[in-house]
Structure formats: structure tokens, C-alpha cells
């Protein structure tokens, strides 16, 4: 079993930067693929970006392509979410989903492929 917590989220004016974190316990998460997903009010459960089990792959959504990147540290059992230039529409409650399996497909834009999930860290941008 795998628990996961987010932590980082917070208040941030239009055109910051956050770093999300995504830390793993219950059992290492190395080789396993991880996402981030994100919900907005009234919004349903929105994929964001992917990176592969052994970190050399990462897949991002068109809207926060150029804006937002992935990373991973299998050491500190960590999965990293960078996000800059944030605009308003970017609110939400930010969340890490892992899946066991390592490599991406189009499935993984879907919350269902995914295995454990965190409880979410709310991202404010607001002037």
C-alpha cells in the first residue's frame, strides 16, 4: 500500500511560481509512473502531466505545456510538480495519483488507470 501527501499549495499572485511535492511512504515508488491531476470547483478531475518509472519520460497537458514540468527523486521517494507563470485559472486542489504501471499511455490522462491517490493541496492565484 502506498500513501501519498501534497504539500506546497498556497496563496500566489498572477504570473508566480509554486513547487508542489508529492511524497510517497508505505512502500518506495521508483519504478512506478506518477501523475498530476488537478480540480477545480464545479470542474471534474483534470490530467496535467505524467512521468515514467525510471523519470527519463514526462508528458504534460496542452494548457500548462509551457509552464509546468515533472521531476522525480526516488531517493527521497518524492514526485515534484514546478509550475510558473500561474494564472488565475490555474485555482484548484492540485493532486498525485501513482500508477504501477511504469510507462505512459493515453489511458493515463484518465483517473481510473491510477492506483493510490493523495488527499490534494489547494493552489489560490489571485491578485
Known amino acids: 500500500q502506498v500513501q501519498l501527501v501534497e504539500s506546497g499549495g498556497g496563496l500566489v499572485h498572477p504570473g508566480g511560481s509554486l513547487r508542489l511535492s508529492c511524497v510517497a511512504s508505505g512502500r518506495t515508488i521508483s519504478g512506478y509512473g506518477v501523475a498530476w491531476f488537478r480540480q477545480a470547483p464545479g470542474k471534474e478531475r483534470e490530467f496535467l502531466t505524467f512521468i515514467t518509472g525510471n523519470g527519463r519520460d514526462t508528458y504534460l497537458a496542452d494548457p500548462v505545456k509551457a509552464r509546468f514540468a515533472i521531476s522525480r527523486d526516488d531517493a527521497a521517494n518524492t514526485v515534484y510538480l514546478q509550475m510558473n507563470s500561474l494564472k488565475p485559472e490555474d485555482t484548484a486542489v492540485y493532486y498525485c495519483?501513482?500508477?504501477?504501471?511504469?510507462?505512459?499511455?493515453?489511458?493515463?490522462?484518465?483517473?481510473?488507470?491510477?492506483?493510490?491517490w493523495g488527499q490534494g493541496t489547494q493552489v489560490t492565484v489571485s491578485s
Open positions: 495519483a501513482v500508477n504501477r504501471r511504469p510507462y505512459y499511455t493515453k489511458s493515463n490522462r484518465q483517473i481510473e488507470t491510477y492506483d493510490y
